[in-house]
């Protein structure tokens, strides 16, 4: 069973369809940028430090956060991805979806005036966002002649009055938005693919390739199957602008053999076409080995059709094998064999990384 769920994989190693070598960095000119705030409960600075535990806190509807980037060269802030990250789920989607500081309602604003010093008149609006349901988004901005970026919040968690936890990230995609990530996926994704806790997949990738810093979005929601991934894929592609969609959906429609080969199989064609048809690359890691033998009766199964779709989409980036790594470790796993512990979610935090860097990133 192994070896068939590998042949894909080195079969991608060996091909130069699967190796992207032309990924633009698209590197973030925020990191360490003098940061301003009004009325902020901790300090600005954690909005674009290096430690996504630390997040700038700011209450609606007044308090804004604003980074000064003049000393960053013209050609590298002109054409931006600004990307804010909350501890919200995805969406609010699910039994399982929570909002936990997410701005709702929002404006990003632009400033021409010189650096220095935070200015308080001129500000131009460049994006106004009502009623967000996401917990994490990305906006791609034309920042050329202007200095300074402002984030303002206007409703939070759906409230006019709340507190908001934000990490927000500005990259220069003078080259085209290529190095970008959206996991979309189960509980095991939102569990394992959050940048808040341990060492993220983009710092992964940093280290490997020290040129890249890419977007990564977690797109996991907890107890979603292949066919709630259909449902709401289009949606979820429509706002993502990156390139790079990792799909991931399986252990909750074998659990219990609940959803059918033959309807997963469906599922996950409609989403890699989807994905195909936006013009972006979709990756599809194999479904993680469980011990709870209701998963562990039916995955081979479902892991047999991401082979076949491999296959039958040539185009699909084969991901992590996943089953091969919690067989191998099962003391990777929690106490209900089949979420990983702690351990288990920074592995595949690491083990996408460095199966990315070879067959994306390339040397």
């Not at 940061?35 to 609606?60: H, P, R, V």
């Not at 002109?78 to 929570?98: E, H, I, L, M």
């Not at 984030?151 to 990230?169: F, H, Y």
């Not at 209900?336 to 702690?342: K, Q």
Request: glycine share 10%.
């Amino acid at each position: 069973m192994k070896l068939k769920y590998l042949l894909p994989v080195l079969l991608c190693l060996l091909l130069p369809l699967c190796a992207l070598a032309d990924v633009t960095p698209n590197p973030v000119v925020s990191r360490k940028a003098p940061a301003y705030a009004l009325g902020s409960q901790s300090s600005a600075s954690a909005g674009n430090d290096m430690y996504y535990n630390t997040f700038w806190k700011g209450k609606a509807p007044e308090d804004w956060l604003a980074y000064d980037l003049s000393a960053v060269e013209e050609a590298h802030r002109a054409q931006v991805a600004v990307v804010w990250y909350s501890p919200s789920t995805f969406d609010q989607v699910g039994n399982y979806a929570y909002r936990s500081g997410a701005p709702t309602s929002y404006t990003i604003e632009l400033n021409s005036a010189p650096g220095g010093e935070c200015p308080a008149e001129g500000w131009e609006e460049a994006v106004r966002v009502e009623g967000s349901t996401l917990g994490s988004r990305v906006h791609v901005l034309d920042m050329t002649g202007y200095h300074w970026i402002r984030l303002r919040v206007t409703e939070v968690d759906g409230k006019a009055d709340s507190t908001c936890q934000v990490n927000l990230d500005v990259h220069d995609i003078s080259g085209g938005m290529s190095d970008s990530w959206l996991f979309l996926g189960d509980s095991i994704t939102a569990g394992g693919m959050g940048n808040a806790y341990g060492t993220g997949y983009a710092t992964y990738i940093s280290r490997l390739r020290p040129a890249y810093f890419p977007v990564a979005i977690n797109g996991g929601l907890g107890g979603l199957t292949s066919r709630d991934g259909k449902n709401h894929i289009d949606a979820w592609l429509a706002d993502f602008p990156g390139q790079f969609v990792g799909i991931a959906y399986g252990t909750n429609d074998a659990w219990g053999n609940q959803m059918g080969t033959k309807r997963f199989r469906e599922n996950m064609a409609y989403m890699i076409e989807a994905v195909l048809k936006s013009g972006k690359t979709p990756v599809v890691p194999t479904i993680p080995w469980a011990k709870e033998p209701g998963v562990g009766k039916h995955e081979g199964s479902y892991n047999q059709v991401i082979e076949e779709l491999y296959a039958a989409y040539p185009e699909v980036i084969p991901g992590p094998d996943f089953y091969s790594l919690f067989e191998q470790h099962p003391e990777y796993l929690s106490t209900d064999g089949v979420h990983p512990n702690n351990t288990g979610y920074e592995e595949m935090r690491r083990v996408w990384a460095v199966e990315m860097a070879e067959r994306v990133y390339g040397e």
